[in-house]
């Protein structure tokens, strides 16, 4: 059986199909959370939840106590639900095999484990064949994929997004989708619902400023506006207790490996280049121009340059970021005369 998905899972809750043991599991905590939140919100009454609801912990818990409380009758209910959070701190998970294998069918068992787990391993193996089993696996966004993702949520909210807004909150927020939905929630309160999100309500609820911030910044490089490149970068200097190089460093990896990717496949249409790298096509012209000005090589450079700087600005060989910014764009800019 393949994995399930999160709006398969939610969805058939919603029809009535109801399995026993559900088993969530992977390196994004975002699915994991709604599944869990789902069932927790959905499936028991607020009366039913006193005497049937059991939210458990793997750090303070072990396999033999999580099936004593499954396999207690309900009171006054058609079903017990017991929630297993955090389970990847509770030792010795596989113990738990042996209670997926034979469920209680009166009981809905949620393992939340917000790490993947090896699905080589046996009882894994047997829960994915088992119809009382609905395994999901939560995986990242990959980042050429996150534009897409962003606009789509905001869709479920009743809500539309422009793309420079779209591609504004992908560059800034990187692929976190609890802070993605947390900053996208910040905007939604504070407007009608149809609306449509775009740059001036990021801004102003969010608090991402255009004019000084790494989108500007590398908006300026790709036009080749060296003093503008600078004054930005001295601004953000100047502001990184609201900008700290620590979130600008993501956005500019995510920025050059879009445009190496652009500088590889050149000769490709806009539309073709779009959906590789995951950008609006009213885009890939920045990233055209960024990469005709650096070239392949300097981009390669580029990136080395970014890597180099993200691990001094967590500590490695430097013991403290200020200053690290400047000496960045600095070399960047060095780069772009050699290509």
Known sequence: MDYASADKIIGDIKTGTILPVYVLHGAEPFYIDQVTSYIEANLLTEAEKAFNQSILYGREIDPKQVQDHARQFPMMAQRRLVILKEAQAMRDLKGLGTYIATPSPQTVLVIAHMKKIDGRIKWVKDAKKSAAVGVMMSEPVPEYKLNKWISNYVRTQKMKITPDATEMLAQYLGT?????????????????????????????????????????LLKAMSNGDTARVHQITYNLEDNAKVQPIQKIIPGMA??????????????????????????????????????????????????ELIVEADAQSKGVERRRPDGLLKELIGKILLCQQAA
């Open 176 to 216: 976190d989708l609890k802070k993605v939905t947390n900053e996208i929630a910040k905007v939604k309160v504070n407007l009608p619902e149809g609306s449509t999100i775009d740059v001036a309500a990021v801004e102003k609820y969010i608090g991402i400023s255009r004019d000084f911030d790494v989108f500007a």
């Open 254 to 303: 995510n920025y050059f490996e879009r445009t190496l990717i652009v500088a590889q496949h050149f000769k490709k249409d806009d539309n073709t280049l779009s959906s590789m790298i995951g950008a609006y096509s009213s885009h890939v012209k920045e990233y055209r121009s960024m990469a005709r000005r650096y070239g392949y090589k300097g981009l390669i450079k580029i990136y």
